[in-house]
């Protein structure tokens, strides 16, 4: 399977920007879904995680209440909606993939995913 993430771009403090990651070669409904992230120095960490029914989601402390993390199985689509965003929210953001679990698990653990998007860039300017 390939993913696709799209949608990053520079914005301001306390704007709103929406990540789209599409796989191809096999339907997202098949698939755990997350979206992590890196910045500049640091490793990559996680953001959010969504099971392959879209009834369980999980997200670091730090994206709570501003990160929406969804899916569109029929669009072989998964979404991270992103508000009020902050500067500490710039990186580059990756989206990840595992097959072969049960519907309503999440992952939080890169060792969890077994495929990884190219990387989107989002840039926040105070």
């Known amino acids: 399977v390939q993913l696709q993430a799209s949608g990053g771009g520079l914005v301001q403090a306390g704007a709103s920007l929406r990540l789209a990651c599409r796989t191809s070669g096999r339907t997202v409904s098949l698939f755990a879904m997350g979206w992590f992230r890196q910045a500049p120095g640091k490793d990559r960490e996680f953001v959010a995680a969504i099971s392959r029914n879209g009834g369980h989601t999980e997200y670091v402390d730090s994206v709570k209440g501003r990160f929406t993390i969804s899916r569109d199985n029929g669009k072989n689509t998964v979404y991270l909606q992103m508000n009020s965003l902050k500067p500490e929210d710039t990186a580059i953001y990756y989206c990840?993939?595992?097959?072969?679990?049960?519907?309503?698990?999440?992952?939080?653990?890169?060792?969890?995913?077994?495929?990884w998007g190219q990387g989107t860039q989002v840039t926040v300017s105070s």
């Open positions: 990840a993939a595992r097959p072969g679990v049960v519907t309503h698990v999440v992952g939080a653990h890169r060792a969890f995913y077994n495929f």
